[in-house]
């Protein structure tokens, strides 16, 4: 059988679709956030990087880099084996204390990557407590979404931030089984933020726990980093706080916190947790210096929130327009793949500025975008000169004005 038949014969229609993904070949430069170099087919050049989950630019700070490079010349590199056998290590569980300390929780519990503390937590919960109906957000990252599906429990989507519909999804269960209310405080396509305070609400009248993932939200809302639910004072009524240590911290890895039995128990029972090996030390170490820096310090939150509106204003001023939101995210919607793509390429061909399309399935149909994340790190000059190029391939490529 001619298996690279049947392989390509997938990859044409996604390019025929415009939905075919190419990756930007970067090699970033440490010290010159947002600047990277882009290894492309006319040779090597410096880009501006617009579409970065680096979101405050901790992956290079100072204090960061000293402590993974510390903690390698302590440790060396790797962990030795699965938390299980060999691999916890002291940076681990110091990592642990500061997450729970970060959400206000009696514990907290590492994996490898957000994507993985999403699917082993839920996993292990629908799968593990009996009779459990998981009610998930129909916006929910697809790390929730696969950790859902794989726990074989009842699933009930209700609409996307839609109190009203949780509500009577929530009424219409039996009284006595265990529910899970899944969702995220910043959604990170549209940038939207959900209503926690109403969600939390409902979910305690039926007595339903609360899993959140604060992934785009942590280390830049609430006065320490610990997320919108901090910001809005609601830590202590949610279930379990979800996080990566791989975006605005600027490291790798993921978290859940909550209650110490909660936690103990996802530790000894997901598959996800207990078969692979730990995080090195050295990352444990970065994200922990990392989390503990911005509880302190509000500048790189302060210097996000002034650059996302300079871009926002900026915008509005060439008529190019963008979704309204309350969070650092800054979609721009072209709603076509093709020309997402062509937007994307002549920007970084012609302009040196990195902006991934952002396609199906990623997006819904029709509505691919362009999704700009500013940092404090971006200029005022950056911002400028992003947006000339914008304002001069709108009008070549004569894209509507109207608003989104
Ligand atoms: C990126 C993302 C994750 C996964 O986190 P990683 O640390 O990148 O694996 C989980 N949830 C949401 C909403 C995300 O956007």
Redesign the pocket.
């Known amino acids: 059988m001619d298996f690279d038949a049947l392989f390509n014969k997938q990859l044409d229609q996604l390019k025929d679709d415009g939905n075919y993904r190419y990756f930007a070949e970067l090699e970033r430069d440490c010290g010159k956030f947002p600047k990277a170099a882009n290894h492309g087919t006319d040779g090597v050049r410096d880009v501006t990087v617009w579409c970065s989950?680096d979101y405050l630019g901790m992956g290079q700070h100072p204090k960061v880099i000293a402590a993974m490079c510390e903690a390698v010349a302590r440790t060396g590199t790797g962990a030795g084996g699965t938390r299980n056998i060999s691999g916890t290590n002291h940076d681990h569980l110091l990592l642990e204390a500061e997450l729970a300390d970060l959400h206000g929780k009696e514990a907290a519990l590492l994996f490898t990557?957000?994507?993985?503390s999403?699917w082993a937590a839920l996993s292990t919960l629908g799968s593990r407590l009996e009779n459990c109906v998981i009610l998930s957000d129909a916006g929910n990252?697809a790390?929730?979404i696969e950790g859902i599906r794989h726990s074989r429990a009842q699933k009930v989507i209700w609409n996307h931030n839609d109190v009203a519909d949780l509500e009577a999804k929530l009424a219409a269960l039996p009284a006595n089984v265990p529910k899970i209310v899944a969702f995220?405080s910043v959604?990170?396509m549209d940038g939207d933020i959900a209503p926690i305070r109403q969600i939390v609400e409902v979910a305690e009248k039926y007595g339903a726990m609360t899993y959140l993932?604060e992934?785009?939200a942590v280390g830049m809302y609430g006065p320490r980093g610990g997320g919108v639910a901090e910001q809005e004072g609601l830590m202590d009524r949610i279930t379990l706080i979800e996080g990566?240590?791989?975006?605005a911290f600027g490291v790798?890895?993921?978290y859940i916190t909550g209650s110490a039995a909660l936690c103990d128990f996802i530790r000894s029972f997901a598959s996800g947790f207990i078969f692979t090996t730990a995080l090195p030390p050295a990352v444990a170490a970065a994200a922990r210096t990392s989390i503990a820096h911005l509880k302190e310090s509000d500048a790189e939150r302060m210097g996000q929130r002034s650059q996302v509106a300079r871009l926002r204003a900026a915008l509005d001023r060439q008529g190019i327009p963008h979704m309204e939101n309350d969070s650092h995210i800054v979609p721009v919607l072209i709603k076509d793949p093709v020309k997402t793509r062509m937007l994307a390429d002549y920007l970084m061909a012609e302009w040196d500025i990195y902006v991934q399309p952002i396609n199906y399935p990623t997006v819904p149909k029709g509505t691919e975008r362009l999704r700009f994340t500013p940092s404090p790190l971006h200029t005022d000059a950056d911002i400028d000169y992003l947006v000339s190029a914008l304002a001069t391939l709108w009008k070549q490529c004569a894209i509507a004005h109207a608003v989104a």
């Not at 990557?113 to 993985?116: I, L, R």
């Not at 990566?244 to 975006?247: R, V």
Request: no cysteine; glycine share 18%; charged share 15%.
């Open positions: 989950n990557s957000g994507y993985v999403n990252h790390s929730m995220e959604y990170s993932d992934v785009h990566t240590l791989g975006k790798v890895g993921g």
